[in-house]
């Protein structure tokens, strides 16, 4: 819903307190520029077409001069900011309903109940180029149901996404948002929201997270007492992958795949400290996994900072 190269997402975090408990608490906006969604319009003539400046964020089925089309939308969440040791204790999701009549219009349940699935993004999508016939693959494991709406303006807020956002940070190289879609595909029903690029910033979506500090440092825990840190993240010219290991091996590879799943740099880790040059990778999101010839030990998400 705006043009804007897919990997540079960054979220707008703020509002980072301590609640009563303890937790630390911070809330995840969407904005035009860095914003990451789309409609993905299922009508016939339109099913290759992207829709990423829309002020709209829908779950329909309708028909348009008499053609029936069912239309979904995708929406990304950076959550490369929560600490690898962060104990999720709630996630929720708050989606306000359109404000006017104009696109696709209010909630309807003109045919039948209106409610929903979120549901988990497990590949990764551009927001310039996504559609409805290269929509992103999802998973049903956790999704969250959307009950009907009560109202034709009614806001969903709180929305409890825990598990999904859990899912999320437990696999990060499958996990790429948010997929909104109806249960019943069926015409005439239709939930619309606000999106990213909506003009009043305080209707646009946002992801509110909650979490303590476990005590624990995460590392590989394997026979050999592996231990891996990437860092800085967030990165400019360099990042440092530290790897100890009582033995070294050359099936210890660790590698960067970008946002559209091309692997951009690979290194074999058989030294204590191995540094890679970023200085020319385009900023944004990237995804890093480390194995050896057995087994998928550790992966996880880098970001690259701007350098303007």
Not at 91 to 100: H, S
Request: proline share 5%; net charge negative; hydrophobic share 40%.
């Amino acid at each position: 819903m705006k043009r804007y190269f897919a990997v540079t997402f960054l979220a707008l975090f703020i509002g980072m307190l301590h609640a009563q408990n303890n937790d630390t608490c911070i809330t995840i906006l969407t904005e035009p520029i860095k914003g990451k969604d789309a409609m993905l319009h299922g009508l016939p003539s339109l099913a290759n077409t992207n829709w990423a400046n829309e002020q709209q964020f829908p779950a329909s089925a309708w028909t348009h001069s008499g053609v029936f089309g069912i239309i979904r939308s995708v929406i990304e969440f950076e959550l490369v900011n929560i600490p690898l040791n962060a104990v999720l204790t709630s996630a929720t999701l708050d989606l306000y309903a359109i404000d006017n009549t104009s696109g696709l219009g209010y909630h309807s349940s003109l045919s039948g109940p209106n409610n929903a699935w979120l549901e988990r993004i497990i590949v990764p999508w551009d927001e310039t180029t996504v559609t409805w016939n290269n929509q992103p693959a999802t998973t049903i494991l956790n999704r969250v149901e959307m009950p009907a709406s009560t109202s034709a303006s009614q806001n969903y807020t709180d929305i409890d996404v825990l598990n999904l956002v859990q899912d999320m940070l437990n696999n990060p190289t499958s996990s790429f948002g948010f997929m909104l879609k109806l249960q019943d595909e069926n015409m005439y029903r239709l939930l619309n929201f606000c999106s990213s690029d909506h003009t009043n910033p305080a209707l646009r979506p946002k992801l509110r997270i909650c979490y303590t500090l476990s005590n624990n440092t995460p590392k590989i825990q394997h026979s050999n007492q592996n231990e891996l840190y990437v860092y800085p993240n967030p990165a400019n010219n360099i990042i440092n992958i530290e790897f100890h290991r009582n033995e070294y091996s050359d099936s210890n590879l660790f590698s960067v795949i970008n946002n559209l799943g091309e692997n951009v740099f690979t290194a074999i880790l058989d030294k204590p400290l191995t540094t890679i040059n970023t200085s020319l990778m385009p900023s944004g999101m990237y995804f890093y996994t480390f194995s050896n010839d057995k087994e998928l030990l550790k992966s996880g998400k880098i970001i690259i900072h701007s350098r303007d």
